[in-house]
Structures are given as structure tokens and as C-alpha cells.
């Protein structure tokens, strides 16, 4: 038989690749009995190839959990901070902080599904990464907000500024108690024992502290936003010009100087330097009761004063 040059390297190449699959199954049969039967040659290779193998997930296992170490580690500071902050945004708002950490109900029934892969972990470990981040970024937001309303707050006069007294003379009207005439009372007038401490009725800026005419020793104190609260016919001042004074704070003692028929506090709120009624004011804050400041504040009764039981003045007080 004659074969050319074409047909001979075909025969030749379709004779190696049967050679080749000979072998390799040759080569099958030998490394799979070797290894079932514990050939010493064999399961040498076999323990190596294994060993290679394991080695190899290992390290894939060691660096995908290193990856979510580091993860984690960064989700833990996050959520430390988002902790913190919401400490202390709970406390502006008012919130018991162990009534946001109370686990939320959870339940119903079971429907199993496929353990997670490796990468869908990471996902969601991703995306709960984001929202941490997002929430961290939302509550400094509000702690910013939540603190300025709480630094307003304590900047508006809404606190009184005799813990003990009476009531005497409101806003508006009245006949003057020198002149007999009508005459307009700018403010409020607390009827109290002379060195009584007269406090802030909120933080603000010492802007006057003189000697006036008819308001005596007397002092204003700028809260901002053009609200200004008067301090008039003090005894002792206890503060002086461009002093930061906060909520609260003792300013002077109730005295009898300037134009007055006896000791008392002439209490004025004053808006763009427009006398404003302070029983509204007073009324608003917080910090009283409604019944309790109803009562303190209505015309010729008692400043709110638990227990005190003092006796009513008249309608025509001191200025």
C-alpha cells in the first residue's frame, strides 16, 4: 500500500493521539488502584497532590477571612460610634437610652434556604458597611439639630427669676402707685423679702449693669436674636458688663432703690427693645408645670412656690 506524505503524517497523528489516550488511561487506572490500595509510590503523590490542594483553600480560606476581619473590625467602630451618638442624641431628645436598646420582636415561621457563598457574605457584609456609615452620618445630623433647638431653649426666658414671692403688679395698664394716673407697667413685679436672689431667666450676655433713675440698680441681660430680659431696683448686683452668665444663675438680690414703694423685682422681656408681656414667656417654659404656672402667673396671686402659702398682694404694686 502507498501512502503520500499527507496520509502518512495523518495515520501518524491520529496513531499518537490513541497512544495518548491509552496512557493517560493506563495512567488513570494505575494512580486510582494505587491509591485505593495504598501503592507506596502512589500514596505519596496522592498525599502531596491532597496536601497541595488543602494548602491552596487554606490560603484562599485565610485571605477571604482576613478580608472580613478587617471588614468587621471597621462595621465595630462604626457601630461603637453610632452607639455614642445615640446616647447622646436620646439625651437631648429626652429618650431613655435603655428603651433604645431593647431587642426588637422578631418570629414567624421557618423556610429554609441555601447556606450563603463566600461572596454574597462579603456583599452583605458590604452593604451593612454603607449603612452603618449612612446612619452615622444621619444621626450626627440630628445631634447637631437637636443640640442647637436645646442651646435656643435655654436662651429664651421661660425660667423664673424668684424662686420665692408674690406676684404683684402684671403687664399693661394700671394706675401708678406715685402719680394716681393711669400709666402702662412694662414688665412684672415680684414682691419679696429684700436680699432675695434674683436669678437668670435664661443664659445670655450681660449688656447693662448701672445705676438707673427709676429702674435702681439694674441690670439686662442679652439672649440673642433681639431678646433682651431687665433686672430693675436690685440691692446687690453680683455681675457686671460682658459677663457670659448661664440658666439659673444668681444675678443680684431683690432691693427697694431707684423709683419704688418698697423691695421687689421689676422683671421686663424686651423683643427688638419692645416691651413684651413675660407672663407669656414664663408660661411656655418647660420647666413648670401648666396648673403650677397658672397659678403663679395670674394677677395678685402667688409666684409658684410649693408650700410657701404666701399671702396674695393687691392689684395696685410696685413698680
Known sequence: MHLSGARLALAGLIASLALMIVAAGLYHWVFLKGAREGWPVIGSLVRLMVKDEFEQRDRFMR??????????????????QLEALGERVSGLAGVTPTEIKLPPGRGGALVSGRPLSMEELQATLTDLDQLAGQRADLMTVVESRLFDQKIRKMMVPTQLPLLTGNLGSTFGWRI??????SALHTGLDFQADPGTPIHAAAGGVVVVQEYHAAYG????????????????HASKVFVKKGDLIKRGQKLAEVGNTGRSTGPHLHFEVLVQGIPQDPHKFLTAGQNLAPRQAGRALAPAQSVAVPGEGLPS?????RR
Open 63 to 80: 485571605e477571604n477571612l482576613d478580608a472580613m476581619a478587617r471588614k468587621l473590625g471597621e462595621m465595630q467602630a462604626k457601630l461603637v
Open 176 to 181: 401708678d402707685p406715685m402719680t394716681g394716673r
Open 217 to 232: 440698680n439694674m441690670i439686662e441681660v442679652d439672649h440673642g436674636n433681639d431678646l433682651i430680659t431687665r433686672y430693675a
Open 313 to 317: 398682694p393687691p392689684l395696685v404694686a
